[in-house]
C-alpha cells in the first residue's frame, strides 16, 4: 500500500515525532501520530470537515 503520507507545516519538533500525519486512501482520509504510525484511525472528508470547522472556531481550545 503506497500511501502518501502529510504532516502540518507548523509540526516543529526536529525528529519528526509528536506530528499528526493524514493521507487519502481508498476515498478515506487516514489519521495517525508520527510516534506509533502502527495506529491509523479512518474517518471520511465529510467528518474531518466538521473537526476542522470546529477547531477553527475553537471548540477545542481547552483541550491544548
Do not use: Y
Amino acid at each position: 500500500m503506497d500511501i502518501q503520507w502529510r504532516k502540518s507545516s507548523r509540526s516543529s519538533n526536529a525528529d519528526g515525532s509528536n506530528c499528526l500525519e493524514l493521507a487519502e486512501h481508498d476515498g478515506q482520509i487516514l489519521m495517525r501520530e508520527s510516534d506509533t504510525p502502527d495506529v491509523v484511525i479512518h474517518t471520511t472528508r465529510t467528518q474531518l470537515r466538521a473537526f476542522l470547522d470546529g477547531a477553527k472556531q475553537g471548540d477545542f481550545d481547552d483541550l491544548a
